[in-house]
């Protein structure tokens, strides 16, 4: 009987065990940055491109820093430092499984470089967990701009060439295209951004796009949304935000909402920068 107990008790705790582990689902959420679900490849500013497009750090927009933190059903699931400083440039990021069990660091070094109407840019980031499987992996990271004109930008971007398995989920490559208008010339007053993707292996129908809006409402007032529907559970995202700018600082918030109506994260981001352009929107 004595025996019997011990074996109960043994499997009760690894029951528990394996029950705490994050779905794979979750996994995925921990190894793409989610604050980068509110970013365009052709519009992306400041030190918080250098992962989605690393072409975008060679605007040289001066020394800046920014911190973001993701909030999903009342839990902060995620923060990110990221820091621009010419050809330099770091970020560390945070994620956590839901239960706070696990947790996915993420390190980025990124360098863009080129003439203002065409900029290339690439990434090198690792990733270590304390998941049950596979704990690191490198990925690497490609990217253009081409400013085609006054009102029109282009990019294109490779993210997540080697594809690492991480927790027992690979990191899929991703290609995008990228553009963005801007309806007054050489003005960002208005912005019409749109990014098609496709990842590795994936049928061309099965791609995902989005279309946002992002303009100045008032001198240092910015409001943003978009559309973006994806090929998976996921369905279609509605996201809405809201930018502060002031001198040498910003803040701003971006929320999500599923299915057009239910709210299912936000971000939050302060953008910090010794220099008045290091804050160019």
Same mark, same amino acid.
């Given at each position: 009987?004595?025996?019997?107990? @011990?074996?109960? @008790?043994?499997? *009760?705790? =690894? $029951?528990? $065990? !394996?029950?705490?582990?994050?779905?794979?689902?979750?996994?995925?959420?921990?190894?793409?940055?989610?604050? %980068?679900? /509110?970013? /365009?490849?052709?519009?992306?500013?400041?030190?918080?491109?250098?992962?989605?497009?690393? $072409?975008?750090?060679?605007?040289?927009?001066?020394?800046?820093?920014?911190?973001?933190?993701?909030? %999903?059903?009342?839990?902060?699931?995620?923060?990110?430092?990221? /820091?621009?400083?010419?050809? *330099?440039? *770091?970020?560390?990021?945070?994620?956590?499984?839901?239960?706070? %069990?696990?947790?996915?660091?993420? /390190?980025?070094?990124?360098?863009?470089?080129?003439?203002?109407e065409f900029l290339v840019g690439g990434s090198l980031q690792w990733l270590s967990s304390d998941l049950p499987e596979n704990k690191r992996g490198i990925l690497w990271s490609l990217g253009t701009l081409m400013k085609v004109n006054e009102y029109l930008t282009l990019a294109m971007t490779k993210r997540n060439m080697n594809q690492p398995i991480i927790g027992g989920v690979t990191v899929h490559g991703i290609q995008s295209v990228g553009a963005v208008v801007r309806p007054f010339k050489n003005s960002e007053r208005l912005l019409i951004a749109f990014d098609w993707s496709l990842a590795n292996n994936q049928r061309l129908r099965d791609g995902s796009f989005k279309i946002g809006v992002d303009g100045r409402i008032l001198k240092n007032l910015r409001l943003f949304g978009s559309f973006e529907h994806r090929p998976d559970e996921t369905g279609n995202i509605v996201m809405l935000g809201i930018r502060l700018n002031a001198p040498y600082f910003a803040f701003g918030i971006n929320s &999500? *909402?599923?299915? !057009?109506?239910?709210? =299912?994260?936000? @971000? &939050?981001? @302060?953008?910090?920068?010794? %220099?008045?352009?290091?804050?160019?929107?």
């Amino acid at each position: 009987m004595r025996h019997i107990t @011990v074996i109960t @008790v043994l499997s *009760f705790i =690894a $029951a528990s $065990a !394996l029950a705490q582990l994050p779905t794979k689902m979750e996994i995925s959420r921990m190894l793409q940055p989610q604050s %980068e679900q /509110f970013a /365009f490849t052709a519009s992306i500013r400041q030190a918080w491109g250098m992962r989605l497009n690393p $072409a975008s750090i060679g605007n040289m927009y001066g020394v800046n820093l920014m911190y973001n933190v993701y909030e %999903e059903q009342g839990k902060l699931l995620e923060h990110e430092i990221l /820091f621009q400083n010419y050809l *330099f440039n *770091f970020s560390w990021r945070r994620a956590l499984s839901s239960g706070r %069990e696990y947790r996915v660091d993420h /390190f980025s070094l990124c360098m863009g470089l080129g003439m203002p109407e065409f900029l290339v840019g690439g990434s090198l980031q690792w990733l270590s967990s304390d998941l049950p499987e596979n704990k690191r992996g490198i990925l690497w990271s490609l990217g253009t701009l081409m400013k085609v004109n006054e009102y029109l930008t282009l990019a294109m971007t490779k993210r997540n060439m080697n594809q690492p398995i991480i927790g027992g989920v690979t990191v899929h490559g991703i290609q995008s295209v990228g553009a963005v208008v801007r309806p007054f010339k050489n003005s960002e007053r208005l912005l019409i951004a749109f990014d098609w993707s496709l990842a590795n292996n994936q049928r061309l129908r099965d791609g995902s796009f989005k279309i946002g809006v992002d303009g100045r409402i008032l001198k240092n007032l910015r409001l943003f949304g978009s559309f973006e529907h994806r090929p998976d559970e996921t369905g279609n995202i509605v996201m809405l935000g809201i930018r502060l700018n002031a001198p040498y600082f910003a803040f701003g918030i971006n929320s &999500a *909402f599923n299915g !057009l109506k239910k709210y =299912a994260n936000s @971000v &939050a981001s @302060v953008l910090l920068s010794p %220099e008045q352009r290091g804050l160019q929107y």
